[in-house]
């Protein structure tokens, strides 16, 4: 008599990707098989890798759809080609993934850190975040909030409980205005993917908003600093294939580390410091902002004295024992632009009467 193994042929599948990875990545890249696993414990997909898992789950998610209508910089646009912050998501992960694969690092978890990095960002960009940072006891950072969107909020409080070094990626991507590289030692992703993503994301942006900034004529191409324009060429595609060529052939010379030359690392530092005082920081932009900071403002003020009907008619507390400030701050983080300026019309403005 045969006896028939008793293997679940599609188990195979997934350990033939695994071992695929081990013979094609670089020694230092994070193998799927390794990863230091998920808070709530869980059989791994037969087809899919750990984070390519991940990534599908992201990609799945309600908060990953929001980033549509969520503003990058300009708030909601209404020309087409501006950035939003799905767009901006999607640059990353296109930026990321070159430079990953460039280094044969694993592509799967540097997408899906970049496709979760900013799923807490706040309506209105920076504006959200300022507000919810000021009125909120603990602040805000949005990546915390992206986090907390992953961990806890998606799914209705059971979260996409994802590996922990897309995890990690995600926590530790953000830089505000500090350090481009070498960044203390806690802000640091353990993975080089992690700290790819962090470098891409600054690569986009600085990118992709002065390519705004210019079609929103709130700047014009001769203001942009003669060093940047130099050392980093003169059009949007030059600019991001001089940064990823320098990162992919710095840091080829020097296996296991992400590195990137010093006079390209200057030259977008100061690219980075234009757009605060030319374009973040600048009359046109922070004009709006401002509108939009009052908006959120009453908004977060109104469900303050009315807890009720912000658990019973908008945002229920997932999880136990929320506080209504923690509650209200993940209320207004998951809101998109156009959702805030509905509510807020609804709570604040008359209606006509329909007969
Ligand atoms: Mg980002």
């Known amino acids: 008599m045969n006896a028939e193994p008793d293997i679940n042929p599609t188990i195979i599948v997934r350990c033939e990707l695994e071992q695929r990875e081990r013979s094609l990545l670089a020694p230092f890249a994070a193998f799927s098989a390794d990863s230091r696993g998920r808070l709530k414990q869980e059989s791994e997909c037969d087809y899919r890798m750990a984070y390519q898992h991940d990534r599908d789950r992201i990609i799945h998610s309600k908060a990953f759809r929001r980033l549509k209508y969520k503003t990058q910089v300009f708030l909601t646009p209404s020309g087409d080609h501006y950035r939003t912050r799905l767009t901006h998501t999607l ?45 909120h006891p603990d602040g805000f950072h949005h990546f915390e ?38 960044p203390a030692l806690e802000h640091t992703a353990i993975t ?38 130099k050392i980093l060429g003169l ?35 100061e690219l980075r410091e234009f ?37 019973e008619r908008y945002y229920p507390a997932y999880i136990d024992d929320v506080s209504l400030e923690d509650n209200l701050r993940d209320f207004i983080a998951s809101m998109t632009d156009r959702y805030a300026f509905s509510l807020y019309e609804k709570l604040f403005l008359p209606h006509p009467w329909n007969i």
Request: glycine share 6%; net charge negative; proline share 4%.
């Open 91 to 135: 640059e990353v992960s296109q930026i990321a993934r070159t430079i990953a694969k460039a280094l044969f690092l694993n592509e799967d978890l540097t997408e899906a850190i970049a496709l979760g990095h900013d799923l807490g960002h706040t309506p209105f960009g920076h504006a959200g975040e300022a507000v919810l940072n000021r009125l």
């Open 145 to 182: 909030q992206s986090l907390r969107v992953v961990d806890i909020l998606e799914k209705e409080g059971a979260g996409l409980n994802l590996s922990f070094e897309v995890r990690d990626g995600i926590f530790k991507h953000s830089k505000g205005k500090g350090a481009i590289l070498s």
């Open 192 to 229: 080089l993917e992690g700290r790819i993503v962090r470098l891409a994301d600054i690569i986009a942006y600085v990118n992709h908003d002065l390519d705004d900034a210019i079609r929103a004529q709130a700047i014009s191409r001769d203001e942009i600093p003669v060093n940047c324009r």
């Open 235 to 269: 059009t949007h595609p030059q600019r991001i294939n001089t940064m990823v060529t320098d990162i992919i052939d710095v840091s080829r010379k020097n296996p296991g580390e992400l590195q990137i030359s010093p006079a390209i690392l200057d030259a977008i530092t």
């Open 275 to 311: 757009l605060f005082t030319n374009v973040y920081e600048s009359p046109i932009v922070y004009r709006d902002f401002s509108k939009a900071s009052r908006l959120l403002e009453e908004i977060y003020k109104y469900f303050i004295e009315h807890p009720n009907e912000l658990r």
